[in-house]
């Protein structure tokens, strides 16, 4: 965690990489990677930021595809903001892709 005692400001980064690993029966490797940064500064509820980025791939041989996923998390003094995307790739080819912006009500929360 960074704590900005100036700005009264906290960051927190969370890395969750397990890496590549083979599967030989099925001659298949997969990674996975998760990062999430969240940050606020004290007794300012709107501050509150949340983002987290989803990467994970297959291959075998020359197939390859991957996936991508992304959130935002914000707030303010009426709604929660929720801001997604998610891809797809097969090879260099974006085969998929979405995207969400959603707003929340707080309700008293």
Do not use: C
């Not at 298949?28 to 500064?41: S, Y």
């Amino acid at each position: 965690m960074i704590r900005n005692l100036a700005k009264d400001e906290s960051r927190l980064e969370i890395i969750n990489d397990e890496g590549v690993y083979r599967l030989d029966d099925i001659n298949l490797e997969i990674a996975a990677k998760v990062v999430e940064n969240d940050a606020f500064a004290d007794d300012d509820y709107t501050s509150l930021r949340g983002e987290t980025q989803w990467v994970r791939w297959f291959k075998r041989g020359e197939w390859q595809v991957r996936t991508v996923a992304r959130t935002i998390l914000t707030s303010d003094t009426a709604h929660r903001h929720l801001r997604a995307e998610l891809d797809a790739w097969e090879g260099e080819s974006r085969i998929f892709s979405r995207s969400w912006d959603e707003h929340i009500p707080r309700d008293l929360v």
